[in-house]
C-alpha cells in the first residue's frame, strides 16, 4: 500500500471528503439546496436533462429531478447512519463487556456475535421487511442487530488487547471504577478502529437500504429518496434517463466516497 | 530489473488465459442449442402460478385458459355470447336451462367431452374448497345441476335469471376439464400436472414465473388455428417487456399500460393499438367510517379531484377516458353503442374539479379544519399510484392531507371493504358485458361487507336486486344508471376514468379485429393471420 | 487430531445453535406479522367465515406459539414443510425448478468470482504500484460500492441492449444451453460486486507473503516467479478460502436483486413473489433454506480452514477485520 505521509492527502481522499461535506449539507439543510416544497405537474410530465428551469429534467410527476436527488439524501443517508451508529453503540457495550470482565459473559457475547454473523444481513431484512409492512426504521432495526457483531468483536479485542497494558493496571490500583476506565482509558485507544469500521458500515448500509428502497420496502411512494427514484426512473427512461442516472450516481459516488475516506482512515490508523 | 520484468509478463500469461476463458465461455454459452422458434411470443406482465382458473383467477388467467378450455358458452369478439362446447340452449323464463352437448368434442388427453364431465366441473367450479377462483360466479341461486341425456345439462335456478348464462361461460366460472384425470390429478394446474382442456391449444410446458408453451391440437371442433406453436412469457416489470419488445424477443404484447405506451411507440416497426378496457378507476368513501359518515367531507374529496388533469396529464397521457359515472359505456355494447351509453351515463350527477366548491364543502362539515387519512393503492397498478399522489398534492390545498402507500395487489384486494379504510381505490375490470356486471357489487348497498363502501341504502340495493333478476340484458339497463345515480347523489363512490390499455406487435405479425373481448374470446389465436 | 476433532465439532454445534435460532426467528417474523394468519393463508382466495374457522381448526392457529413452533420443526426435521398456498403443490415440489435456477447462477457467478478475483489479485499484487495495480484497485472499489441492482440496471442497458450480445431477460427455452447464455450477464454482474473481496483479500494476502523470508530466499535462489507465486498462492489459500465463504453468502443476497432485474424465475423472484402472495409455507422454506446455505458454508468454510492452517486464527482475525465492510453485502 502507497503510505500517504502526514498533513498530506490523497487527491482521491480529498475529493472523496468535499463531495461528503456535499452530501452532509444535503442531508442537513436541504431547503438550502432545493426548492420547497416539491411540486407534483402533471401536465409537465418528464422533461429531459437541460429543459428551461429545470437542469436535470423532470420525472414522470414533472417533479425537479435535482431538487428530488438532494431531498432524497435525507433518506437515503439517515437509515446508513442510524445503523453505523446503533452497531457501534452495541459493539461498545457488549464488546467492552465481555473483553473486560471475560468469563461467562465474554462465552455467551461472543456465541451471539458467532451466530449472529453468519447470518445473511440482506435476505433478512428483505423478509423482516416485507413481512412486518415494511417499515423503514424495522429495517435500520434488523441490520443494526445483523451488523452489530463485528463491532462487538472488534471492540471485545481491542479492549482485551489494553486491558493487560500497564497503564491500565496501575489505574486499577488507584481504583478507578470499570466504567471510567473503559470510558477514559481504553475508549481512546480503541476510538480510530471503530471509526474506521464505522465508515465501512455506513458504506455497506447505504447499498443495503438503497437495495431495500428499490424493491420498494421501507419508503412511502411518492418519498424523495434514491432508491425508489431509481426504481421510479426506470418508468421515464426514455423521457428522461436523468431521473433515474443520477440517482444511481448519488448511491454509487457516495458509496465510493465513503470507502475512500474509511480507507484512508484505516491506512493512517495502522501506520500512526 | 529483470525479475519484474519476467513478474509482468507472467501476469499478462494469466490475462491472456482468463481472456482466452472469457471467449471459450462466452462461445460455448452462444453455442446453446437453438431450439424450433415457437410461431409467436407473447409478453405479459406479470405472472401465474396456476393454469387453473378454479384455483387462481386473475385477468391473466382468464386470458390464457381462453386457449385451453372452454365452457358450456363462450364470450365472442363483440361481447355476445357464442356456443362452445354447448351447440345450443334453451331456457325456460331464465329459470331452467338446457344445454345440448356439441358432438365430437374432445379432450387433449383423447377423451371425449361428455355431460358427466360438465357436471362434474360445474360442481367443482361451485365447490369453495376446490375452486376458491370461481365458485363466487357461480351465483347461489342454482338449484340442481343434472344430466338428462347423454348430451343433456340441465341447470334449474330458483328463479329467472338472465346473467346465469355468464357463469357456465369460459369468462365467468365454467372451463371444463376431464371428470377422470380431474380426481387423479393432483394439483390440477401447476407443472406436475398440466391443465387438460378441449380447446384449440395445448399446454406443453408450463414454468411459473417463467413461460408457458402452447402446441395447437388437430381435435378442437372450430378447425386448426393458424399458428401451430405458441409462447408466452412473463414478465416481473413494465421496463424489461418493453426492452424485451425493442430486441424483438417477443412478438405481440397484450394489456401494455397506458403511461408506458408511449416508450412502446417509438419501437422502430411496432404498432400499437388502443382499445377501452371496460375498467372503472375511482375512489370509494366508505360512509362507516370517519369522518367519511359526513356526506360533506365525501363531496368535499370529491369536488378536490382533479381528474381531467390526471387523464390528458403526464399520468394517462390523454390514453382514458374522463369517467362521468361507475359503468363504462363500452359495458353496453351487447344493447347500446358506447355513443348511446355516453349520453346516459352523462346525466348522472357529477363532481367536477372546483377547489372553492371542496372548500365551502368542507366548511360545512364537522371537520372545517381538515383532516389527515391515508390511500393504499396496489403496486400492480403505477397510475394509481401517480393519480394518489397527484390528488394528495391538491387535497393539501383544502388542509386535507393523505398520506400515500403502496401494498401488494393481493393484500390490496384482501382489504377492499374491509372497513378501515375511509378513503379506498376502486379499480374493476369486467369480464362479462353483462351492462349491471359493476354496480351489481358496488351499489349492491345491503350494508357492511356486501359492497366495497360497506355502503347502506336501500333504494340503491332495490335497483341491484332487478338487475340479478333481469329477464333480458335490456332490461338491466335502467336499474344500472338508477343505481349510478344513487351512489352519486349519496357521493360514496368518485369514478375518476375509464380505462384503456394497449396492444403492440412486431413488424411481420398482423392482428385484426382486435376488440376489448377479443383476449377472453376462445378465438383469440386467431386475430393473427 | 484430538484439537480438530474438538474443533470441527465446535463449530458444527455452533452450525446446529445458528440454524435452530434462524428456523425461530423466520417462524415468529410470520407469527408476529400484521394481520390474521388465517387469512394469510387463505391467501387470495375469497374467506368465508367457515373456510376461516376450518383453516384455524387445521394449521392448529388457536395454540400458544410454541405448541405451532414445536409442530413446525417436527415438520420441518421430516422434510416436511407444507403445501403452497398459491398451487396446492407441496412446497418442495413447488421450489425446486427455481431452486436449480438459482443454483445455476450462483455457481456460475462463484466460478467466475474465484477464477477472476485470484486473478486480478494475484496481478495486482504483482504489479504493486503500477497504474494497473491501481486500475484493479479502483475496479474493487467500485465492486464493492456498487450495488448489484445499480450494476445490473447499467449492464443490462450497455451490454444486452445497446450491443446486444446478450440476452435480456429470463431463462430461455429450457435447454442448458440457453440457460447458460441466459444466465451469463446476471452472472457476471454478480461477479462484478462479489469477486472484489476475493481480489483485496488475495492481494493483501500476497504482499504478506512477499515479505516474508522464504520469498527472499527463493529469489535470491533464482526460482522462478511463476513457481515462487505458486508457493506464495499456496501458503495463503487459508484467507482466500475465507473470503470466498464471504462470496457465497453476498451472492446469495444479491441473487434477490439481480434476479428481479433480469426476470430471472429463480428463487429470489420466487421470495419475492410468495411475501406478497402471503404464501408462508414457501417463505418460510426459501428464507430458511437461504440462510442454510449461508451458515453451513461458512461452517464449511472455517473447518477447512482449520484443517489447512490449524494456527491461523490470527490470520483470520486480521483479514477479518479488512472485509468488515464487505460482509454485509
Known sequence: MKSPGYGKMPVGVMVSSAFLLLVLVCLLFPDLLAASPLKIDTSLGAVPAGSPGHVLGTDSLGRDVLDLTIRGTRSALLGPLAIALGSIVIGLVLGSLAGWFGGVPDWIISRYADITLSMPTLLLAIVAASILGGGYWVSVAVMIILYSPFDIR?????????KNKPYIESALILRLGTP????????????????????????????????????GLGVAPGDADWGRQLADGKGALFDNPMASVTAGLAIIITAIAVNVVGNYFSERTTIG | MKVMKTQKSAALRILSVAIAFMLVFALSACAGEEAAKPDLTIGVSGTISS??????????????????????????NDGEIVPSLAESWTDEDATVWKFKLREGAKFHDGTDVTADDVVYSIERAMDPEQSPGVSIYFPDYVDTVEKTADDEITVTLDGSHAGFIWAVSNTGGLLVTPKAWSEEAGAIGSPTDLIVGSGPYKVVDFEPSSHVTYEAVDTWWGGAPALTSLRV???????????????????????????????????????IEYYPERSYYGLTFDPTVE???????????????????IVSGSILEGHSEVASAITPPEQFVAVLSADEAKEQLDTITQYNYDIDAARAELAQSKVPDGFTTTIYYPDAYKNAGEASLAIADTLLEIGIKLEVKEIPLEQWLNEVGDGNQGIAWMIYLATTAEPGEIVAWLCDAQGSGINPANWTNEAAAEQVRLILSAESLEAQVPPTIESNEIAEQEAVYQPLWWGEAAIAWQEGVTVKDFTSFSLLSPDWPKLFT | MKRAAGYIAKRILELIVSLVLLSFVIFSLLYIAPGDPARQLVGTKKATPELLARIRESYGLDDPFFVQYKRWIEGVLHFDFGKSIRTDQTVIEYVAPHASVTL???????????????????????S???????????????????????????FLYVFALKFGWFPIYGIGNGSFGD????????????????????????????????????????????VLPARITFVQLKNVSAPVLTSTGLVLANLVAGTILVESVFSIPGLGNLLASSVTFHDVPVVQFIALALAFIVCASSALVDILVFLIDPLSGKARSIHKISTAGEKNR
Request: glycine share 6%.
Open chain 3, 179 to 222: 440457460s447458460l447464455r441466459h444466465l451469463a450477464l446476471p452472472s457476471i454482474v454478480l461477479t462484478f460486486g462479489v469477486s472484489a473481496l476475493i481480489v483485496k483479500i488475495t492481494r493483501s494476502a500476497l504482499l504478506t507473503e512477499d515479505s516474508k523470508d522464504y520469498t527472499t530466499f527463493m529469489r535470491a535462489r533464482a
Open chain 3, 128 to 154: 504493486r504500484g503500477t497504474k494497473r495495480d491501481n486500475v484493479i484497485n479502483t475496479l474493487a472499489l467500485v465492486g464493492t460500492s456498487a450495488p448489484s441492482f445499480a450494476v445490473a440496471l447499467l
Open chain 1, 180 to 215: 471510567r476506565i473503559l470510558a477514559v482509558h481504553i475508549f481512546p485507544n480503541i476510538a480510530h478502529i471503530i471509526l474506521v469500521n464505522f465508515f465501512l458500515n455506513i458504506a455497506a448500509g447505504l447499498v443495503s437500504m438503497s437495495s431495500l428502497s428499490y424493491l
Open chain 3, 104 to 126: 445455476q447462477l450462483v455457481v456460475m457467478a462463484l466460478v467466475l468470482s474465484v477464477i477472476f478475483g485470484l486473478m486480478l489479485g494475484i496481478v495486482a499484487a504483482k
Open chain 1, 154 to 162: 472488534l471492540v471485545r479485542s481491542a479492549v482485551i488487547a489494553q
Open chain 2, 233 to 271: 412469457d412473463f414478465f416481473g416489470d413494465e421496463e424489461t417487456r418493453l426492452l424485451a419488445f425493442t430486441q424483438g424477443d417477443i412478438d405481440f404484447a397484450l394489456s401494455i399500460p397506458v403511461e408506458n405506451a408511449d416508450n412502446w411507440e417509438k419501437v422502430e416497426g411496432a404498432t
Open chain 2, 291 to 309: 369522518p367519511f359518515d359526513d356526506i360533506h367531507v365525501r363531496k368535499a374529496v370529491a369536488l378536490a379531484v382533479d381528474k381531467e388533469s
Open chain 2, 51 to 76: 393454469l387453473d382458473v378454479n384455483q387462481e383467477a386473475g385477468i391473466l388467467n382468464y386470458q390464457l385458459a381462453a386457449l385451453t378450455q372452454e365452457g358450456l358458452v363462450s364470450m365472442g
